[in-house]
C-alpha cells in the first residue's frame, strides 16, 4: 500500500482491541462499552477503528461529537447505536432521524426546538449537568431537573431514549474531587429515580467516562462511555490506572540528512541552541504542521535505533533537528516520535506533560497531511 514514508502514524488494532477488553473486564456486571469515537477516533483514524470495534469486538454503542461525524460512521457501515455528545443545530433534525442517530438533548428550550424543527420522531438522551456547567439540565435542585426534563417526554418529536451526565473530575485523587464525583452519581441517579417515579422512563441512564469507570466503584451506569482509554491512554497521566493498556499509536518519521557542526554553530530558526562542541546533528522530517508541538523545541527527545537523542534548535513547521553526536544515523533511518524503540519509549503522554497539557490533545493534534496506516496482527491492512 502507498504511502510516503516521511511522518505517519501506525495505528496498531490489536492494542485497541486489547485495551478495550481490558477496560470492559473492570466493569461492574451490566455496563456496557460506548466506544467514544469523536475527533477521528482521537486522531486514530475513525474508519478502521470503528470497523474494528464492530466486527472484532461486537461494540454496539458509539458516542461523536458532532452530526457530520455521527453521519460519516453511519455511511462507513456502522449499524450499531450512535450517540452525539453534543449540540446539533435543530435545523438538523431530520438528517438525525435520516440516519438513525441519538442526539444528546441540552435542555428544555433545545428540546422544544428540536421538536419543532423535526418532520418525525427525534431520538433522544436528556443531558444532566450535575456539576460540568456545560451542556445539560441543571442539577441544583433536583425536583426542577425532574419538572424540565418531563416537558421533554411531552415533545411530540422527541423519543426520550435515555438520561445522562458527564464526570468531570472522576481522574482525581483528592478527597474533594472523589466527594464530588460521588455528588455528581448521586443526583443523576436521583432525577432518574424521581423520573421512574413519576411514569418517564429515563431508559439508558449512563455517566461514567474513562476516569469514571476506573476510580469509582459505581453500579448502574447503563454504558461506560470510553474514550482515552481506548487509545491505550491516561485520563490522567500523574494517576495510575488499574487495567492494563497499550497505546494504540506510534508516530514515526525518518531521517532526511546527518551532518557535522562545528563548536559555536547555531541550530534553527532563532538561534535558540548553540553547539558547544562539534555536533552530529540529524535532521527530521516532522514538524509541527504535522502536529509534532514546536513546545517541544530544545526540550523533547525522539528514539532514533533504539536511543534517546534530544531536539536541539526549535521545531520547524515540518522539520526538527536532533542531536545524534557519537550516534551511527543515517539518512532513510526511521524515527520514533511516539512509540517504543528498542527497550526506549516514549507515550503521547510523556510528550503532553512536556507541553502542559494532556495526551488527548497530542493525539487528536496530529494533523490531516500524517497517513494512519492501520496495523493488524503485524500486518499493514490499509492507510487512511
Ligand atoms: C469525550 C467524552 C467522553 C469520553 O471521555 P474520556 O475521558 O476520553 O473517556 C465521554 N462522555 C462525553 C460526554 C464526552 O464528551
Redesign the pocket.
Known amino acids: 500500500m502507498y504511502y510516503l514514508k516521511r511522518t505517519f502514524a501506525r495505528i496498531n488494532l490489536n492494542n485497541l482491541i486489547y485495551n478495550a477488553r481490558s477496560y470492559q473486564s473492570a466493569l461492574p456486571n451490566g455496563t456496557q462499552l460506548m466506544c467514544?469515537v469523536?475527533a477521528n477516533a482521537y486522531g486514530h483514524g475513525v474508519k478502521a477503528v470503528t470497523k474494528c470495534l464492530q466486527n472484532d469486538l461486537g461494540v454496539k454503542w458509539f458516542?461523536v461529537s458532532n452530526i457530520d461525524e455521527a453521519v460519516e460512521l453511519r455511511e462507513n457501515g456502522i449499524s450499531g447505536e450512535i450517540l452525539i455528545?453534543g449540540c446539533t443545530p435543530p435545523s438538523q433534525a431530520d438528517r438525525l432521524i435520516k440516519y438513525n442517530i441519538i442526539q444528546a438533548c441540552l435542555d428544555l428550550d433545545y428540546a422544544e426546538a428540536l421538536d419543532k424543527a423535526a418532520s418525525g420522531k427525534v431520538r433522544v438522551h436528556i443531558k444532566l449537568d450535575t456539576g460540568m456547567s456545560r451542556i445539560g439540565i441543571l442539577c441544583d435542585d433536583t425536583s426542577s431537573a425532574v419538572c424540565e426534563a418531563k416537558k421533554i417526554y411531552e415533545l411530540d418529536n422527541l423519543s426520550v431514549e435515555g438520561v445522562f451526565t458527564?464526570l468531570c473530575a472522576a481522574d482525581s485523587e483528592k478527597a474533594d474531587n472523589i466527594s464530588f464525583t460521588d455528588l455528581q452519581i448521586k443526583k443523576i441517579k436521583s432525577v432518574c429515580a424521581a423520573l421512574k417515579a413519576q411514569g418517564c422512563d429515563p431508559g439508558v441512564c449512563h455517566w461514567l467516562?474513562?476516569?469514571g469507570g476506573i476510580y469509582t466503584k459505581s453500579d448502574g451506569s447503563a454504558l461506560a462511555?470510553?474514550?482515552?482509554?481506548l487509545y491505550g491512554l491516561y485520563?490522567n497521566h500523574s494517576i495510575a490506572v488499574p487495567v492494563k493498556m497499550k497505546p494504540v499509536m506510534e508516530l514515526i518519521s525518518t531521517v532526511s540528512m546527518v551532518k557535522t557542526v562545528k563548536k559555536g554553530s547555531d541550530i534553527g530558526y532563532g538561534r535558540t541552541f548553540t553547539a558547544n562542541g562539534d555536533m552530529r546533528i540529524a535532521t527530521v522530517a516532522a514538524g509541527y504542521a504535522d502536529g509534532f508541538p514546536r513546545l517541544l523545541s530544545n526540550k523533547g527527545e525522539v528514539l532514533i535505533n533504539g536511543r534517546r537523542c534530544r531536539i536541539v534548535g526549535n521545531v520547524c513547521m515540518d522539520q526538527f533537528m536532533a542531536d545524534v553526536t557519537g550516534l551511527d544515523v543515517k539518512p532513510g533511518d526511521s524515527v520514533t516520535l511516539i512509540g517504543q524503540s528498542g527497550s526506549a519509549e516514549i507515550t503521547a503522554d510523556d510528550i503532553a506533560d512536556l507541553c502542559h497539557t494532556i495526551g488527548?490533545e497530542i493525539t487528536c493534534g496530529i494533523t490531516k497531511r500524517v497517513p494512519r496506516v492501520i496495523l493488524k496482527d503485524g500486518k499493514e491492512i490499509g492507510v487512511e
Open positions: 467514544v469523536k458516542g455528545l458527564h467516562n474513562s476516569a462511555r470510553l474514550g482515552i482509554i485520563p488527548y
